[in-house]
């Protein structure tokens, strides 16, 4: 299965500034996916990043807030703007399953917004 | 009614314990019924994967889906302190024109040495 590097792991920001998460996949893919998982809460799709087209959101989710680029197939980067302690999640990136029906995850970027 | 409920926990197990992780579903459309494993600070991982109802084992590990009932569970038997996770059920199929792959909220499992 593909493996995905994604960084930073962890940080902490200001409220108002915004971070941008990076995702690096070592085989191409088509579709690569953003997830926000909170304490208690289940995994949520935020959008779906295909390249050379406009990511696919989420009901709940636009674009001004979490602006997603897809430059090749093998990389994507979502960035969380403005943001504020309600923000304050994990966020994982995933590639699309190979025939297994899993999704294979990013380490992860836990965020904390002070 | 969400979708999917799962147990929260955290479940503590001594070593050598056989643990039950179960899920219930509330949409008769799921086909395919996953379990992951994620560890602290990493994302989470495939465990293993079922088609519509029955049983699958691997090595300690047994998922069982009763459609019927829409619950579904998985078995570790003999389990080990390295077992020590979080459990996450999920679900896909399609339902109204619509592909739907969801998650639980997980499980969070101890296993003390």
């Known amino acids: 299965s593909a493996v995905i590097s994604q960084k930073p792991s962890r940080d902490i920001c200001q409220r108002g500034t915004s971070l941008t998460i990076q995702c690096q996949v070592d085989s191409q893919v088509t579709m690569m996916f953003w997830y926000r998982q909170q304490p208690g809460q289940s995994l949520t799709l935020i959008a779906t990043a295909n390249q050379g087209s406009e990511a696919t959101y989420e009901s709940g989710f636009v674009i001004d807030k979490f602006p997603i680029s897809r430059p090749n197939l093998t990389f994507s980067t979502l960035t969380v703007s403005n943001m504020s302690p309600e923000d304050s999640s994990i966020y994982l990136c995933?590639?699309?399953?190979?025939?297994?029906?899993?999704?294979?995850f990013g380490s992860g970027t836990r965020l904390t917004v002070v | 009614q969400k979708e999917v409920e799962q147990d929260p926990g955290p479940l503590s197990v001594p070593e050598g314990a056989i643990v039950s992780l179960n899920c219930t579903y509330s949409?008769?459309?799921?086909?395919?019924f996953m379990w992951y494993r994620q560890y602290s600070r990493k994302g989470p991982e495939l465990l293993m994967y079922t088609y519509s109802s029955g049983n699958k084992e691997d090595g300690r590990f047994t998922a069982q889906v009763d459609k019927s009932s829409k619950y579904i569970s998985l078995f570790i038997r003999d389990s080990q302190p390295s077992d020590s996770a979080t459990y996450l059920c999920a679900m896909s199929g399609w339902t109204s024109g619509t592909y739907k792959y969801i998650f639980g909220t997980g499980t969070r499992l101890k296993v003390l040495a």
């Open positions: 995933s590639v699309e399953p190979k025939g297994d029906y899993g999704y294979t």
């Open positions: 949409n008769s459309a799921f086909q395919y």
